[in-house]
């Protein structure tokens, strides 16, 4: 017995448009042109994300404490790195020199993630 639809014509599970899938895929694929495949691609990662939230947290502060560390011990980094977002306001040169480099990063990053939770919060008030 052949395997259903191994040969035949199936739906792209993005524009739902009819086409043949390439024989060597042995029933894979999904998609019926790059465009659609990067599209599903773009989907996955989407809900990937929404589902690792913390992963995707976790890796962006360890990404931007890496930064500070090596910019730090090669002697650039002389003065805490300024950011493009204006808000929040944190004395960040004050807990810099108190308290060094990692601890600044950590603070803004936090105070970052209570404002923006605050304001999702806001929104989804009636």
């Known amino acids: 017995m052949m395997a259903k639809n191994s040969r035949g014509k199936r739906p792209c599970s ?3 448009k009819w086409f043949a899938p390439d024989v060597r895929q042995k029933g894979r694929q999904r998609t019926c042109s790059p465009a659609c495949q990067n599209e599903l691609h773009r ?3 989407e809900n990937w994300n929404r589902k690792n939230k913390a992963v995707s947290k ?3 502060l360890a990404k931007k404490l890496e930064e500070a560390e ?3 011990t090669s002697g650039k980094l002389t003065a805490f790195p300024s950011q493009t977002q204006k808000s929040p306001v944190l004395p960040m040169e004050v807990i810099e020199t108190e308290y060094g480099i990692k601890p600044a990063i950590i603070a803004q990053y936090l105070v970052t993630q209570v404002i923006s939770h605050t304001k999702e919060k806001i929104r989804e008030f009636p």
């Open 14 to 16: 993005i524009c739902r």
């Open 43 to 45: 989907r996955q990662c």
């Open 58 to 60: 976790n890796n962006y």
């Open 70 to 72: 090596s910019l730090q």
